[in-house]
């Protein structure tokens, strides 16, 4: 049985050096890609170097430390959303590029992200009530809110511009599911030809 305990210390946590930090949040994510009832804090805390006791002071708990990666995902885009609303980019092509790009950028800090993220709602049947439904709602909402603010401007006049956009979006939902993660260069290739051909059939000529 996982030991509890009752008080945790996430600030202190946080408040670690970032390559400390990472170790620790990449071997929880490693360990609960496969789900959270067959996942260890044994073998999380073998991976990441540290004391059990020390694991569960800051988290409190296995519960507590699956619930806080599925918030920190979720934070980690969703804020990311936000940040390019803020910046006022207005170009929905670009949107999707740079959303790849924080992707990426979180691969590179955390190389089990897509498979833990993945696996909340592929294991979510063992997993406990982390509200992973409302966390992919609450990033839905700030997609949605990026395509509220688009400009629709940059669509050609024959084109109609909301339609193109559910095109864009399903076939970029498609090729993100479908493609692999191993070589994510190789996948931001693609992308960018898959964003150039819409650019082409869909925006306003740029004139020069």
Not at 2 to 28: G, P, S, T
Not at 110 to 116: A, G, I, K, L, R
């Amino acid at each position: 049985m996982e030991k509890q305990v009752k008080q945790a210390d996430v600030e202190k946590f946080m408040r670690l050096e970032q390559r400390k930090r990472n170790r620790i949040l990449n071997a929880a994510m490693k360990e609960f890609r496969y789900g959270y009832k067959k996942a260890s804090t044994d073998a999380i805390v073998k991976d990441a170097g540290i004391s059990k006791g020390l694991l569960y002071h800051y988290f409190g708990s296995k519960e507590q430390l699956y619930a806080f990666l599925v918030r920190y995902v979720n934070d980690f885009i969703t804020c990311g959303y936000f940040d390019m609303l803020n910046e006022g980019n207005a170009d929905i092509l670009e949107m999707f590029w740079q959303t790849a790009l924080l992707k990426k950028d979180l691969i590179d800090q955390h190389p089990h992200w897509y498979d833990f993220s993945n696996g909340i709602y592929v294991h979510s049947s063992d997993a406990p009530a982390v509200q992973a439904t409302l966390l992919a709602q609450e990033q839905q909402a700030a997609y949605d809110e990026f395509c509220a603010r688009c400009d629709l401007s940059l669509f050609r006049d024959d084109i109609d511009a909301e339609k193109a956009i559910s095109i864009i979006g399903v076939t970029m939902d498609d090729l993100i599911n479908s493609e692999c993660h191993d070589d994510y260069e190789q996948f931001l290739n693609t992308l960018r030809g898959y964003l150039d051909i819409f650019r082409t059939c869909f925006y306003k000529e740029v004139k020069d």
